[in-house]
Every structure is written in C-alpha cells, then in structure tokens.
C-alpha cells in the first residue's frame, strides 16, 4: 500500500538554526510531491510542489525540498529558521491510479523555533 | 478571491447520532476533498468528488458519505457517530485534474461525547 513517513513528529530548534525535515514515499510509478504547511490558527498552505524537472524546488519563505528519485525521498530544507517559522509541515505525495490520482498525507511535523 | 469556506466550524454530537457537514469551494474549482484530520494521526483521505461523481474513497466505513451539488459545493454525511470520529474534518479544493495542490478550508471541528 502507497504510504508517506516524515521521521519526526516533533522538531524544536533555535532561530537561525538550519532545518531538514524528513519525507519517504512508498510508490513506485510517477509521482507528484507536496509540502503544506499549517500555520497556528490558520489553514494548511501549499508550501512548494515538485512536479517535474530540476529536483531541487524552491518555494516560499526561502524553503526548499529535494526529489531523490533513488531514495524516494522529498526532504524539506530551510538554511536558517525563524520564529515565524513555527508551525505543523506536512508532506504529501500524488500518484496516479487506475482511474485518477490519490494524495497522501504524512502525519506531520510539529516544528517550535525559539526565540 | 474567497477561499475554500466549511460549515459548521464547531459541532458537538453524542455517539449514534448523525452529522452534515459543508464545504463551497473556491470559485472555478470542480474537484472537492474531504479529509479527517484526529490527533496524531495526520490527514486521513475520506472522499473525492469531480464534477458531481465520487471519484475515489478512502479506507473509511460506509456511514461515512457524500455528495457534490451541480454548484461544486459538497456535503459530508456521518452516520451512527463513533466516539473515535472526533475529529478536525477538512475539506479542499482544486481544479480537478486531481494531481494539482489543494486549497484548504479552515476544518470543522466535530466532538463525540
């Protein structure tokens, strides 16, 4: 069955500290990845895609993630967090289907950066 | 442009009863999602609907239900309520192609007593 694991459920770090947050997918055919990421007391935002092309994906508020096809991993990086960061990072991956595409969700990544 | 919009957003029920929930999409959107988001656990995929068709399910009971309105808004239905369907339900939106990003609603929140 297609399942996706993010490694840690929750990650605390220091302002400027560099972030890698972990994503493996289990799925074998094309893929389309995603990080959401849900900000306290708002909803879930895309936060980057990867869909094809270059592997490396930036997306918003300097966050980036990286397509290893090999190691069907989609791993989430920012060089230096802020306290703004804080905020639940969830990885999702789509994959299509006989009849259509599923996205599944990974349970999520609890970041707290401190002050 | 309104975002995806979900009603009730808190809702109290005890164990048996029944519950609808809405969503409206965002406007020119055809596909709705609804997911199941429990403590921990991440967001379980409930349903999927296109274009007014049930386009795929989640590995959830059948008193576990839906529709999609000729307007693209959609209704989720759970019957015979379950202390374990406590829950932040979500509902999400695109264009439907089913493989874009999805525009998420801000939950409702549904408690089982």
């Known amino acids: 069955a297609q399942s996706v694991s993010q490694h840690n459920h929750h990650v605390i770090l220091s302002e400027a500290a560099s972030l890698e947050l972990g994503c493996n997918y289990s799925y074998g055919g094309t893929v389309n990845l995603f990080w959401y990421v849900q900000y306290p007391g708002q909803h879930l935002q895309l936060l980057l895609k990867?869909?094809?092309?270059?592997?490396l994906v930036k997306g918003i508020k300097g966050f980036e993630a990286e397509f290893i096809k090999s190691k069907f991993s989609f791993n989430l990086r920012k060089p230096s967090v802020q306290w703004s960061d804080t905020a639940e990072y969830f990885c999702a991956v789509n994959a299509g289907y006989t009849g259509g595409f599923k996205t599944i969700f990974g349970a999520g990544t609890r970041l707290f950066v401190k002050a | 442009e309104a975002g995806v919009t979900q009603s009730p957003t808190h809702l109290i029920k005890t164990r048996g009863q029944q519950v609808t929930l809405r969503c409206s999409p965002i406007s020119g959107h055809t596909s709705v999602y609804w997911y199941q988001q429990a403590l921990g656990l991440g967001l379980q995929f409930l349903l999927w609907y296109d274009e007014g068709e049930e386009r795929n399910r989640g590995n959830f009971p059948p008193r576990f239900s839906g529709r999609q309105f000729p307007n693209y808004s959609s209704e989720l239905n759970v019957n015979a309520l379950e202390l374990e369907d406590s829950a932040l339900y979500l509902c999400a939106s695109n264009g439907g192609r089913g493989n874009q990003p999805q525009h998420f609603g801000d939950g409702t929140r549904l408690s089982i007593l």
């Open positions: 990867y869909f094809s092309g270059d592997p």
